[in-house]
């Protein structure tokens, strides 16, 4: 069996979620305060839960939703650069990165403080930290190496992040609204406030279809986020280099050594690189309408990395693994939306 045949019962069953979460929204209005992306996540979780105990479905369509869940969630943030100009991006960049220093500050410490408060070993505390305030499971996923935490340590400090990503999705739009958040202020508190990008992606695209913004929303919090991502390049970095250090204090040779390979999240030059095209297609005088397509597209990729979300979410299991590192990333998600959100009203 090749890797596609492996993957395609997966995709199969996100790409089924999504279009029934797509096509339930469009149908009945009432559900637009949810949006498809949060209808999809719930869809995959009530699916978590039906195939939890079925072993033989559910390692049929692992491949399928773990490709989902990254590849395609890349590939839509991809096609949001088809409609973006550099100019843009360096603008929204610009004005965010204020913000988001203080968020990503503010999570590290609150880690390293509850850590010891509440005792929670050091390389979980680690990866919820970075988790929180970067981008999530590929924070963790990047850092886990350089740590050398073992796999029930990264499995325990991903749960945890996807926890609050869900939480996220489902209510940071509707709070939006109530704080009386502009469009432009919600996609900065998405951008900044939610640990990673599939939930990012899924809470602004829920408050553009409440607002009927055409998804201006969706573009801004995404190039907000994607300048947050970048810092796991430095933070990596100074992980390697501290393990490396203690390791040489201990007469060891340091076998977390850093690669910037495996850290870079590379899908960023492609986004790039299509926002280059945009710029280029802008000076030549092309219609911005020629670009919506493609942001129909991406729309419908960021609903089917919903739905794999939800498939991979036990909500039961979860809760099972223990209070601690849970209590943990509440405290550091709490400090992030605090942070995001004050200095939003101070800096206006």
Known sequence: MTVWEKRLPGIGLCLAI???AWF??????????MGSAVLAILIGMVGCAVIKNRAAVREGVKDGVAFTSKKVLQYAVILLGLGLTLRQIGQ???????????????ALIVAFLMS?????PGKIATLIGVGSSICGGSAIAATAPVIEADDEEIAQSISVIFLFNVLAALIFPTLGGVIGLSDTGFGLFAGTAVNDTSSVTAAASTWDTLHNTGGAVLEYATIVKLTRTLAIIP????????RTAR??????????????RRVFPFFLLFFMLASLITTGASLAGVDAAAFAPFKELSKFFIIMAMAAIGLNTDLI?????????????????AAITAVSLGMQFALD
Do not use: D, N, Q, Y
């Open 116 to 120: 010891k408060v509440l005792h929670v």
């Open 317 to 333: 299991k979860l809760v099972r693994t223990g209070g601690r590192p849970i209590l943990m990333g509440l405290c550091c998600w």
């Open 235 to 242: 933070i990596t970095l100074a992980l390697a280099l501290r």
């Open 24 to 33: 339930v929204v469009e149908l009945l209005p009432v559900l637009e305060v």
């Open 92 to 106: 929204v960049g610009l004005t965010s990165l204020p913000i988001i220093l203080c968020t990503i500050s503010t």
């Open 18 to 20: 999504a279009l029934v």
């Open 247 to 260: 390791a040489r204090r201990a007469g060891g040779a340091g076998e977390g050594s850093f690669s910037l």
